[in-house]
């Protein structure tokens, strides 16, 4: 069964940027995405590719944060700019059509 890990959390001040990365196992899905949970708060969609390279965003992130994939590698990225803190959570990337997903990735934005 197709794993995915994802990484490159950690802690970045208001207005920094970091970029995560979700490398699949296996062939990633044709569409796939990510996600994330800040403490109390229910699981939210943050961005998701289609095979092709259409992409979506909520509100909250759009101008912000970008997906793309890598097909040869089976990765996919989230680069995330302008980062508030408000956008702290566990990400999370998800294989849409398997309904698969991956560990999580804490991301921390704090002075």
């Known amino acids: 069964q197709v794993q995915l890990v994802e990484s490159g959390g950690g802690l970045v001040q208001p207005g920094g940027s970091l970029r995560l990365s979700c490398a699949a196992s296996?062939?990633?899905?044709?569409?796939m995405g990510w996600y994330r949970q800040a403490p109390g708060k229910q699981r939210e969609f943050v961005a998701l590719?289609?095979?092709?390279?259409?992409?979506t965003y909520p509100d909250s992130v759009k101008g912000r944060f970008t997906i793309s994939r890598d097909i040869a590698k089976n990765t996919v990225y989230l680069q995330m700019d302008s980062l508030k803190p408000e956008d702290t959570a566990v990400y999370y990337c998800?294989?849409?059509?398997?309904?698969?997903w991956g560990q999580g990735t804490q991301v921390t934005v704090s002075s």
């Open positions: 296996g062939t990633a899905s044709s569409i």
């Open positions: 998800r294989d849409s059509i398997r309904n698969l």
């Open positions: 590719i289609f095979t092709g390279g259409r992409t």
